[in-house]
């Protein structure tokens, strides 16, 4: 196990700055992803953590021991790519045992090892199979497989599910998850996708245009997003974003969301923020599942558009022209587009951000 400190990295190419001064902190066998749209800078930094690219500033430290210069073989770091990288015209058993034999170690410990991680992938059937047979799913099976069962300290997968069917994706998911439980290692995972992120990491680091914007566990970056972007980015469907003034009546601070009404009675904290800050429009922001369908008759009654019945879920969108929300219910029932539909809203749940720097208001 390695812990990794990228101390404010960055990497240009000529004039393009594809990673502007990145700081993060992984530790000791700890799963984390850096997540982000395409092009924001995932696959340049994991590059530089293989050694594969050199950092143009910073520095890149393994247990604080600076890596500039050790070469890709040196470092001790397994990579999984999206598109797998195996021997074709070896087969499954061989593919297994080829970092192993590379290492020059006993036949017998080999065979064990090989035996123990087909085992676990599910491999066991397939062993003697030319790899050239093997569907795109096992292909990729086998080469997470092939660059675990050495052992790597620092294990990096770059999109390793993005070609895999959806139904394979979900069981990889879990088992990528115990993979790294068994075996304890330091895991780096890039994706750009947030179910991804937020069901195997530890912590989430999320990225766009090259610039770090937030690390947290999936729920501190779920619930306390920083900022805008992550608040857009995390969840779906995403959180609801609604552009508001700032009104202050009889010591009560609220947010004026035009045709959805008066936003609830802020928490104590969150009003408190606003009232220190300068006045200015803030986006008022809500997750989906903190509406409610109130039908003690209480809820502001506002018209429904769409309905999208997901098994025992119920996703709605509602309010009018362009003050439109979405929200995650149970219970469905009665819940009609093109009718009014009694809106209530969780007021713990609201996150308020400052519509000039986009940054999140009374966040610590
Ligand atoms: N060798 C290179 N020369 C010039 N520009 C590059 C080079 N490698 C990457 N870039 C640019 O740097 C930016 C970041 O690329 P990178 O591949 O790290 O993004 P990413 O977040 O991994 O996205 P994707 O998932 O699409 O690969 C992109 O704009 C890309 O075009």
Redesign the pocket.
């Known amino acids: 196990m390695t812990s990794i400190h990228l101390e404010n990295l960055e990497k240009s ?2 004039a ?1 700055q ?2 502007k001064t990145m700081d993060l902190k992984i530790a000791d066998g700890e799963f984390m992803a850096l997540l ?12 530089m953590i293989a050694g594969m690219e050199r950092p143009t500033g910073g520095r890149i430290l393994f247990d604080g021991r600076d890596m500039i210069d050790v070469p890709m073989g040196r470092r001790g770091v397994g990579f999984v790519f999206q598109n797998y990288a195996i021997f074709t015209h070896m087969t499954v058993r061989d593919n297994l045992a080829f970092g192993l034999k590379m290492r020059r170690l006993p036949a017998a410990d080999i065979n064990r090892r090989v035996k123990q991680m087909a085992e676990f992938l599910q491999l066991t059937e397939l062993l003697d199979k030319p790899s050239a047979k093997l569907s795109v799913n096992i292909l990729q099976r086998l080469a997470i497989g092939r660059s675990a069962i050495v052992e790597p300290a620092i294990f990096l997968l ?2 390793p599910l993005s070609n895999v069917d959806a139904a394979f994706r979900a069981v990889m998911r879990t088992e990528l998850k115990h993979l790294q439980r068994q075996f304890r290692q330091t895991m780096v995972y ?1 994706t ?1 996708d947030q179910l991804e992120a937020m069901t195997m990491a530890d912590r989430i680091a999320v ?1 766009d245009h ?1 610039v770090l914007q937030q690390v947290g566990t999936p729920l501190e970056v779920y619930n306390h997003p920083a900022n805008l972007f992550v608040a857009n980015f995390i969840g779906a469907p995403g959180m609801n974003l609604i552009r508001g003034s700032v009104t202050e009546e009889s010591d009560e601070i609220r947010v004026d969301l035009g045709q959805l009404g008066l936003s609830p009675a802020l928490p104590q904290g969150l009003a408190a923020a606003l009232r220190r800050r300068k006045r200015g429009d803030v986006w008022f922001g809500f997750r989906p599942e903190q509406v409610s369908i109130d039908r003690t008759g209480s809820g502001i009654s506002l018209p429904v558009l769409f309905v999208e019945r997901i098994g025992a879920r119920t996703t709605l969108h509602f309010g009018a022209e362009r003050t439109l929300a979405k929200a995650v219910i149970d219970n469905g029932e009665g819940i009609e587009a093109g009718k009014m539909a009694p809106v209530a809203l969780a007021s713990e749940g609201v996150r308020l951000f400052d519509a000039e720097t986009g940054m999140a208001i009374g966040e610590a």
Not at 36 to 47: F, I, Q, R
Request: proline letters at 4%; one cysteine or more.
């Open positions: 190419f000529g393009f594809a990673l982000g749209p395409s092009g924001c800078g995932k696959s340049t930094t994991m590059n770059d999109e890039v750009h990225m090259g």
